[in-house]
């Protein structure tokens, strides 16, 4: 049985023994259909060009976990920004871990899926906000015909929440083979600030495939900063669909951070719904091996006098290969846009590949838009200066790469994630250089 | 502590450096002047190892030791020193990072210790100093929109921070006013002793002023066709060097 009609005999029995309302039924059983319509997305598709998931399809993934399992903090403490007071959420194998969580209803909600998929009180929420923003593309259709459990974060007017939210997925690999689908739901409402760290980390080398879907709403003045860590083991494969409708005035940034995973697939949606909005999408991807990273972005103007900042840095190794693909629409009603893209990449092996379109639907004509690609070696002059005062090449290198994503770290507002970034980039660079950025 | 031996050197099979001799010993300056694409910054480039140049024939070696084989790193370890003529802009590095970087590789190499925070921060303090550079500067970009003046005091700052027993100044002079011409070269001065070296790469006799040299070369075509003392500076810049590409041309 291939993996298409597993999941769709799997939502039989899932549907079956699920005690959701009529509302979250309905909505699962469309979404069912338009994956079984469409399937899963081929290199047919524009889109889907030059990422094939093929390969990662054909692993005899198990849909549900058989067990529960448990971790050791000590054992994975690693994984967690630990040096700073957070919220924490935090699955095992997809199924919600309370001893390594940190939730709370005090003023904020920062707490389970499934408790607002089901409680009474969250109803509301969930009618108005509930997979309102993702699209009907296959794999979000996918994990909303099978979304169940994840992150769910509302936070009311007026709340700067200080703490920073972690939101955690652990594969133990007591399956052989695991497909998760999170599914999360994030509210800030007026004038509130938030700060999340997502990451998915796998603890043994069995095949995992994510397809997760993150649903973002930012109303007025609000402020939301995203962090994706993704540092997963090379067995590990990614497809984040992540869907941000702003508000006017409210200012999101999401900032992807790829290293690690054999397949990552980034889709991130910005819609402005408003005016004088800021987007900032920014990412640094170091990888090598056969890893494959695919960044899918869109800005979505809407309305007038908004802005968008995408700054996307790769660097490629070994058998590596990059995609980049950066749409932005402009509407006829957007006046004033500013939208800016910047996509730079290094190759740092023959044999590393990268991809790198930009796709620009402008249809206003006072806008300020602008794109720039490029794709370049290690600066050879630059090389000889560092070493000529004894830096020795490994570490001018790795000092060249922190320098090409400095100024994408340099808008990381959490001190602990820089120092994390910088260290888990020193390690898959294998130099330990004394300096912070 | 310097002796380089007949070096031939060449890019691309282009020969440019076509039999360079040249002793540097502790305690030496020496000057080394010539027509522009003589060869002067592909001699200091080898010298320092970069790896673009092919040594075809000769040897370099240092304090008795040959270096040809050896990375830029291993030579700068060494204590080997270049000022670039052309300084390297490297955004996203910031001047402080840079250099804290270049003293601990240093020391690492030589098995020591990283240098304590504390007396990093009064060297780059003192050094700055010496050299009249703002504490602003030093949290900037390394080289990136600094102006040309700017550039080469940076060098010599970063020289003094890291204190080599053979610094090659190649065309240091070049983009600085006369103010800062005398604070870099007062700087060269107060680093300067016995144990050390310095090779000076100018095309005028001006910063031959402030660094007296001991040893005047000049380097054409890819050798030194002359050499004298100070003087020879002098005789250069009042005639020029067309009588000295007339003699050798001849
Ligand atoms: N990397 C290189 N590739 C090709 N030609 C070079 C290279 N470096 C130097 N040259 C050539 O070698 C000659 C000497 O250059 P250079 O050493 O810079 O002279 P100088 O410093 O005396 O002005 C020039 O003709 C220059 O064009
Ligand atoms: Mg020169």
Same mark, same amino acid.
């Given at each position: ?214 649903? +973002?709403?930012?109303? @007025?003045? !609000? ?7 993704? /540092?997963? *083991?090379?067995?590990? $494969? ?89 749409? +932005?629409?402009?509407? @006829?009603? !957007? ?7 910047? /996509?730079? *990449?290094?190759?740092? $092996? ?88 | ?250």
């Amino acid at each position: 049985m291939d993996l298409k009609e597993k999941l769709l005999s799997s939502f039989l029995v899932f549907e079956d023994k699920s005690d959701a309302d009529n509302y979250l039924h309905e909505v699962r059983n469309d979404a069912i259909k338009t994956f079984e319509e469409k399937g899963f997305p081929t290199k047919k598709e524009e889109a889907w060009k030059y990422t094939s998931l093929n390969k990662v399809l054909k692993e005899d993934y198990s849909v549900f976990p058989k067990q529960e399992n448990a971790l050791d903090y000590s054992d994975i403490k690693k994984y967690f920004i630990h040096d700073i007071d957070t919220y924490k959420i935090v699955f095992i194998d997809g199924k919600y871990s309370s001893h390594l969580s940190q939730t709370t209803h005090e003023g904020i909600d920062v707490c389970l899926m499934s408790s607002a998929l089901t409680k009474p009180k969250y109803r509301l929420i969930i009618e108005n906000y509930f997979n309102k923003a993702a699209t009907k593309d296959s794999l979000p259709s996918l994990n909303t015909a099978f979304s169940n459990e994840g992150a769910y974060i509302h936070i009311p007017k007026n709340k700067v929440v200080e703490k920073p939210i972690q939101i955690i997925h652990f594969s133990t690999g007591n399956e052989s083979a695991i497909l998760l689908q999170p599914r999360n739901l994030i509210v800030v409402e007026e004038n509130s600030h938030v700060q999340i760290i997502e990451r998915h980390q796998s603890l043994t080398d069995n095949p995992v495939l994510t397809n997760s879907v993150t649903e +973002i709403f930012t109303k @007025k003045r !609000a402020i939301v900063d995203y962090y994706k860590v993704q /540092n997963d *083991n090379l067995n590990a $494969s990614l497809v984040d669909n992540t869907f941000i409708k702003q508000k006017q005035e409210s200012i999101a940034s999401v900032h992807t951070f790829t290293f690690g995973g054999k397949l990552t697939r980034n889709n991130l949606n910005f819609y402005q719904e408003g005016e004088r909005i800021d987007s900032i999408l920014k990412g640094v991807t170091i990888i090598g091996n056969k890893q494959h990273v695919d960044h899918n972005t869109l800005v979505h103007h809407i309305e007038p006098n908004c802005e968008s900042h995408q700054d996307y840095k790769g660097i490629f190794g070994e058998n590596a290969t990059g995609v980049f693909n950066g749409k +932005i629409i402009v509407e @006829k009603e !957007a006046q004033k846009t500013n939208a800016f893209q910047a /996509n730079n *990449n290094i190759l740092i $092996s023959d044999k590393a590949t990268i991809n790198t379109k930009p796709q620009l639907e402008i249809f206003a004509d006072d806008v300020k838009c602008s794109h720039g690609c490029t794709i370049g070696q290690l600066d050879e002059s630059a090389m000889f200066y560092m070493r000529s005062r004894g830096i020795p090449e490994k570490e001018a290198k790795a000092l060249l790469m922190y320098a090409f994503s400095n100024n994408v770290l340099s808008s990381v507002k959490i001190p602990e994630i820089k120092q994390r970034i910088t260290k888990i980039i020193a390690n898959k660079l294998g130099v330990n250089i004394g300096f912070d950025l | 502590m310097l002796k380089i031996d007949n070096l031939h050197a060449s890019v691309e099979d282009k020969s440019i450096l076509r039999g360079i001799n040249l002793e540097v010993k502790a305690g030496e300056v020496h000057a080394i002047m010539g027509p522009n694409g003589s060869g002067k910054s592909t001699l200091a480039s080898v010298i320092s190892g970069k790896e673009e140049y092919e040594v075809t024939k000769g040897n370099i070696s240092f304090n008795g030791e040959n270096i040809d084989e050896l990375a830029a790193e291993e030579r700068a370890h060494k204590g080997v020193f270049l000022s670039f003529q052309y300084p390297v802009e490297i955004p996203g590095v910031s001047v402080t990072n840079f250099i804290k970087t270049a003293i601990n590789e240093t020391r690492k190499a030589k098995g020591l210790e990283d240098m304590p925070a504390k007396d990093m921060l009064k060297l780059i303090r003192d050094k700055a100093d010496l050299l009249e550079i703002d504490r602003k500067f030093l949290s900037r970009s390394l080289n990136e929109g600094f102006s040309g003046g700017e550039k080469k005091r940076n060098e010599i700052f970063q020289m003094a921070m890291l204190d080599p027993k053979l610094a090659i100044l190649d065309e240091t002079d070049s983009g600085l006013d006369i103010d800062a011409l005398r604070i870099v070269a007062n700087g060269v001065n107060k680093l300067k002793n016995e144990d050390n070296a310095v090779v000076v790469i100018t095309h005028y006799q001006r910063l031959l002023d402030y660094i007296v040299p001991d040893f005047v070369h000049v380097l054409y075509n890819g050798r030194i066709v002359k050499s004298g003392g100070k003087e020879l500076a002098h005789e250069l810049e009042e005639k020029g060097y067309d009588w000295i590409k007339e003699e050798v041309d001849a």
